[in-house]
């Protein structure tokens, strides 16, 4: 080979004499409202390197720590390699290859013996992180006869929405391009939202007023805060109700808005009169001015919006009512539902995203709709849950399985069943190896695949088509840039073959992913061959901006048609289960304390990772080598631990050392951990039913511990 050839290929030039292609895929490492555009370089079959696109209309080129590591992701040595059948004992790890052929039959085989035993309901049907495929798999549980479908929104997001939907509509989101005034809360995209960065800078920079409220001392707090208030992790509730008393006692409600629009205003303005400023201190450690100035910001300036977090405000014992709290404060101000304030953005148009324009998704799986004869797992223990969300609340999946209350579930398949992510993961596990038959759809082998009976190797997004929605009415359906690695296949093949096998009469669904996409884009003037055509997102042209304003016309989809202070949805389940109506603070800290002297928050943001994947991705591990808690410095001088010493963290449920990261950015008297290291598990500090029972949603971010130097 030339030396100029040589310099050419070192240097990755993509050109005839290299070899070397660019071909277009994108990222689906983290939530699908991301999903940047990736280049990927390719030479004889393999990645080797990758670069945002540029010309994508989502993403701009840019990559996240997480996507510019896509290529060790995807190359991981762990990666599963074809379909295994488990020969040991359960747990023991030790499997046999087998055919995809003889995995599908195996499974139709044990599915169908314990349907005829104990009901479809007894199978489970499971999906984790990534998304794009779930109306697939939806649709094979309800084929199959099972209404048990859940996914990894029992933990993360859908409380949002769940608590939306006992006040007005569904989840909404502010319209920052018109607001004065934006109430950041829980708000740092540099760590889990670097595409909201640039809308935040650019609020800023047209001087837009901005309050964050945190538990941390974050970047986005340091660069633009008007008003930063530092609070103790989910004291959020207190806050909020807080600031309502300070807006309703000065007047500066909206009148219009409350005395027209909205249901149960007396009762919450005397429930409020309980939250002094001075108790709000006691309870959230703010700076009392600052909330003070804060609620007049916020009720002055008008138009005000706020911002929803996807967890860090719900993951808590009180999560639910303190996010319903926060939300208060729209309705006080008129802030809800107008140009400048926040909006009901729904429904989804495809897979959890907004084009502008109707799919026929939720068609797609209602089609095959079970006639539900049991509650779905989680339903009794979490009623507001299974009101509100069509999928079993995965919270209380291992006490049903082992309980066998209200009935047996038999079985499990699982794709992207990741134990590590519930609390108390031994129990999940416990469970997971009590099913007569689990079976397991991982990229990578993990403590899940481990406990399966089957285990199928999926592939990743580079290996695969799938089709995107992104902002701005754009739709793409990627191309794979390289063949599957080894024996995977894409999860949709997965899905279609299997249903080909258990659920043959389903023939839209045995006909696959790209009938199913054509399907939802049925009213629509692009279907797939049109999106497989271009290389980049193209645009729908039924695509049309939201409409804001629609619940002060026609009212929002509460019984009452108004915007509820008070709930009526909640009220209508039965009292024995302690729920209240109004969004109630519960001062249950010193309770979930149980006597230790710290709050731990498990589950801050890194920017280099995402759960439990990134941390064998030599790339982004590298960045952070070792598992480490975040401790404030005052309290680290006291205990005498120095940076990097390893402190051993302990709460009611169990123990992890990590090292101990000082820092003055957290609270005197609050640990933060990050999760997702199998060798120091946060969730192992979390007892199973540490949850919310509005929404069934782990209490990941405050539970009491006590902290110790390891010597
Ligand atoms: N790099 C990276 N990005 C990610 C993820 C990841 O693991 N790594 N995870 C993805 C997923 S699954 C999700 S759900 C989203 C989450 O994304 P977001 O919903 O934006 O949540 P976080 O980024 O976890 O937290 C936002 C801010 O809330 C603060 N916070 C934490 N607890 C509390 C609290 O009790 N009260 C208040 N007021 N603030 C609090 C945190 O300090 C942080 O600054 O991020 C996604 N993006
Ligand atoms: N302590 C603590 N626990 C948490 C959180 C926290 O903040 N603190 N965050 C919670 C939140 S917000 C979330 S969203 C959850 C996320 O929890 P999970 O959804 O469990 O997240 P991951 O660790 O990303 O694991 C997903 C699994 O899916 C596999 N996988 C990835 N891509 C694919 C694919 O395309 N196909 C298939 N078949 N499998 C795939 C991965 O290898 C992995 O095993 O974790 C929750 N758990
Ligand atoms: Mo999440």
Redesign the pocket.
């Known amino acids: 080979m030339s030396n100029d050839v040589n310099k050419l290929l070192k240097a990755k030039i993509p050109c005839a004499e290299t070899g070397i292609e660019v071909k277009k895929t994108l990222c689906d490492i983290?939530?699908p409202n991301?999903h940047c555009g990736i280049d990927a370089y390719v030479k004889d079959g393999k990645v080797i390197k990758v670069e945002g696109t540029k010309e994508h209309p989502g993403s701009h080129g840019l990559l996240?720590?997480?996507g510019a590591s896509s290529r060790q992701y995807i190359y991981r040595e762990d990666r599963l390699k074809t379909p295994l059948k488990r020969v040991g004992e359960k747990g023991e790890g030790k499997f046999e290859p087998i055919t995809w052929e003889e995995a599908y039959t195996e499974i139709t085989k044990k599915f169908n013996v314990i349907k005829e035993s104990d009901g479809a309901d007894a199978v489970s049907f499971f999906c984790g992180?990534s998304k794009w495929y779930r109306p697939m798999l939806k649709r094979l549980a309800f084929s199959f006869g099972s209404s048990n479908y859940g996914t990894?929104s029992s933990v993360?997001?859908h409380a949002s929405d769940v608590a939306w939907e006992t006040m007005a509509d569904g989840f909404s989101v502010p319209d920052m391009a018109r607001s004065k005034v934006h109430l950041g809360?829980?708000?740092?995209?540099y760590?889990?939202?670097h595409l909201g960065i640039a809308g935040l800078e650019g609020y800023k920079n047209r001087g837009g007023k901005l309050i964050i409220?945190?538990?941390?001392k974050?970047l986005?707090?340091k660069k633009f805060a008007d008003i930063f208030i530092q609070?103790?992790?989910?004291?959020?509730g207190a806050?909020a109700l807080g600031m309502a008393k300070i807006i309703i006692e000065n007047d500066w409600i909206d009148k219009e808005y409350v005395e027209n629009h909205t249901h149960g205003y007396e009762a919450f303005a005397e429930y409020v009169k309980e939250f002094d400023l001075e108790r709000v201190h006691k309870i959230t450690g703010a700076d009392k001015e600052k909330v003070y100035e804060a609620a007049r910001l916020f009720a002055a300036e008008k138009p005000a919006s706020i911002?929803q977090?996807?967890?860090?405000?719900t993951?808590?014992i009180n999560g639910l009512q303190?996010y319903r709290a926060m939300n208060a404060l729209l309705g006080l101000t008129g802030n809800y539902d107008c140009p400048g304030g926040n909006f009901p953005l729904y429904p989804f148009d495809f897979v959890y995203q907004m084009g502008g324009f109707k799919t026929k998704e939720g068609e797609y799986y209602d089609a095959v709709r079970p006639k539900q004869t049991k509650p779905r797992v989680g339903e009794v223990t979490y009623p507001l849950w299974g009101k509100c969300v069509d999928e079993m609340q995965m919270s209380d999946f291992s006490r049903q399985v082992l309980e066998e209350d209200p009935y047996p579930v038999k079985a499990l398949f699982g794709q992207g069943m990741n134990v590590d992510m519930f609390p108390d993961p031994g129990k999940m596990a416990e469970a997971l190896k009590k099913l007569d038959f689990f079976v397991a759809v991982d990229l990578f082998e993990t403590p899940a695949t481990k406990l399966a009976d089957i285990v199928l190797p999926a592939c990743s997004s580079f290996e695969r088509g799938e089709c995107r929605l992104y902002g701005g009415g754009y739709a793409a359906f990627t191309k794979p840039v390289i063949e599957p690695l080894y024996e995977s296949k894409s999860d949709v093949v997965i899905l279609q073959e299997l249903a080909q096998h258990l659920v043959p009469e389903d023939e839209l669904l045995c006909a696959g992913y790209e009938a199913f996409v054509d399907y939802c884009f049925d009213d629509l003037s692009v279907n797939v061959a049109d999106m497989k055509a271009s290389e980049l997102p193209i645009r729908v042209p039924e695509s049309k901006p939201p409409v804001i304003g629609g619940t002060r016309e026609h009212g929002c989809h509460t019984p009452s048609g108004k915007f509820e202070f008070d709930s009526e949805l909640i009220k209508s389940i039965p009292a024995e289960y302690g729920l209240d109506s109004l969004p109630t603070y519960r001062e249950e800290f010193d309770d979930i304390r149980a006597g230790r002297e710290f709050i731990l928050?498990t589950?801050?943001?890194?920017?280099?990772?995402?759960?439990s994947r990134l941390h064998k991705v030599p790339w982004a591990r590298s960045m952070r080598p070792d598992p480490m808690a975040d401790i404030n410095d005052e309290d680290a001088a006291r205990l005498g631990i120095s940076q990097g010493d390893d402190i051993c963290i302990e709460t009611i449920q169990g123990s992890v050392t990590v090292k101990a990261n000082i820092s003055s950015t957290v609270l005197k008297g609050t640990v933060?951990l990050?999760?997702?290291y199998e060798e120091a598990n946060a969730n192992a500090l979390l007892p199973a039913d540490w949850t919310d029972p509005y929404s069934g949603y782990p209490a990941y971010?405050?539970i009491g511990c006590n902290i110790r130097k390891v010597h």
């Not at 409220?213 to 941390?216: G, L, N, P, S, Y």
């Not at 977090?309 to 405000?313: H, K, N």
Request: proline share 9%.
């Open positions: 983290c939530a991301f996240c720590p997480k992180y990894e993360c997001w809360w829980g708000l740092n995209p760590y889990s939202n409220v945190d538990v941390k974050t986005a707090a609070i103790r992790p989910g004291t959020d806050l911002h977090s996807a967890s860090p405000i993951q808590h303190n928050s589950g801050v943001r890194l920017p280099n990772a995402i759960h933060h990050y999760h997702g971010k405050s």
